[in-house]
Structure formats: C-alpha cells, structure tokens
C-alpha cells in the first residue's frame, strides 16, 4: 500500500491513464542498478528517485571535477573531490527521503559485475567505457537481465533496451571497436543536455519496464541527433550467430 504522504507525492504518476496505485506500488518494490553517475546516470537516478523508484544503488568508482559539471547534474560545485556516487546519493535522498539509495564506490570489472548485476531487477548502462558496455551486455545476457543501453558524442546519441530474447549490443554491433579507434566524449566533446535527452529516455525505459506500461525500445536503435533534432528508429534483430547467443 502507498502512505498518505506517498499518494500525494506521486499523485500525478497515479492520475496517468493505464498507470494508477498499482503501477505505483511496482516501482516502490523495483531495484535499479545505474552504472556510471555522470551525464547520463545522474539524470537517470533522478528522475527515477522523483519516480518513487523503491532502491536505486548507483555504482561508480570516480571523483568529481570541474569537467564533469557542464553535463553531469546530480553533482554541485561544492561536490568537487568527493565521490561520485556519494554526491549524487546525497541529491536523491534530498529530493526523495521516501526511497533507499545504495551506494557502489568502484567501477565496474569481470570480477565484480556478475554478482553485482544480479542483484538488482532493471540496469542503466550510463558508462562511457565501450569494453564496460559490452561487460554489461555480456552479463546481463547471460543473466536473462533487462538493461537499457545508450551512447552518445558531441550532438549525437543513441539507446535501446534489451530484455531476454530481444537484440543485444553484440546483435547490433558485434564486437568491441579496437582500442583507440573510437573517440571518447573527453576526446571529441558532447553537448550536456544531449546526455540529458538520453539519460531521461533510460529512466522512462525501466518505468516502463517495472510498470508494464507501453512498449519498449527494444529490437530498434533509438537515435538522435540534436543539430537538426532529427530522431530516427531504426529496426534491428536477433542475430542467430550472436556469440551470446540472444535466441528468440
Ligand atoms: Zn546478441
């Protein structure tokens, strides 16, 4: 059941068509793992802490700078040094008191994302590191574990979702680019709100998801480009000799 004080706070989630109390309470229960707390983590975790998402445990073994603030809006200037995942544990508990916030102060590695990963029910892949992305992918492949994927650099990005049986990152673009052929957003550059646009589609993605609420973004490759805002769905598929072996 909701609290009086959860009915009000969340009173424009439960006045949605097709959403309601029970919807509600589906993301009270809900665990959310968000890997990486920078521009699109921090986004993520917020809206989906104002969300009434019941634990949100956000993973990240890196430090606050000054560069990260242009994009990365869970952190302040006075965060400068500390923790990233303490920062923006701070800023979610601040806006909502009413959920569980879990804190992962290292990043993500063979060794550790297995048992991570299985811990929770949705993962937000809101990493900038292209072999810790197929790490995720690999994992939650094997896991039968939904997760919501997005990349991005300067004005442009990309995302979908992956649940069991649906195309997953090695479906769609094989394997890992070699190291050093691909630029990083510190490398090349990337506009902050476009990691906001994409950050805020993941957190709508495992709302949908806990809540079984419209359809996801799955077998298709969201992407935008912000120069022209032009979005585009392109339709992808299980491939049937993905190594990881994604079987309908
Ligand atoms: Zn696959």
Sequence with gaps: ??????????????????????????????????????????????????AGVGTIALMDGDKVSLSNLQRQIAHFSSDLGKGKVLSACEKLQALNPLIRVETIGEFLAPDNAEQIINSYDFIIDAIDDIEAKFLINDVCVKSGKPFSHAALLQYEGHTFTYV?????????FG????????????????????????????AAEA???????????????????ALTFSFSSIKVSPNPNCKHLCEL
Excluded: W
């Excluded at 609290?3 to 959310?32: C, D, N």
């Design 164 to 172: 069991p049986g649906s195309a997953c990152l090695r479906c769609i």
């Design 207 to 225: 709302i949908k998801y806990f809540t079984s609420i419209g359809s996801l973004l799955t077998n298709q490759l969201l992407t935008v480009d």
């Design 175 to 202: 394997a890992p680019p070699p190291e050093g052929t691909v630029q990083t957003c510190s490398q090349a550059g990337v506009l902050g709100a476009v990691a906001g646009l994409l950050g805020t589609i993941q």
């Design 1 to 50: 059941m909701l609290t009086g004080e959860e009915a009000l706070r969340y009173s424009r989630h439960i006045k949605l068509p097709s959403f309601g109390t029970e919807a509600q309470l589906k993301l009270k229960t809900a665990r959310v793992l968000i890997i990486g707390v920078g521009g699109l983590g921090s986004p993520a975790a917020l809206y989906l802490a104002a």
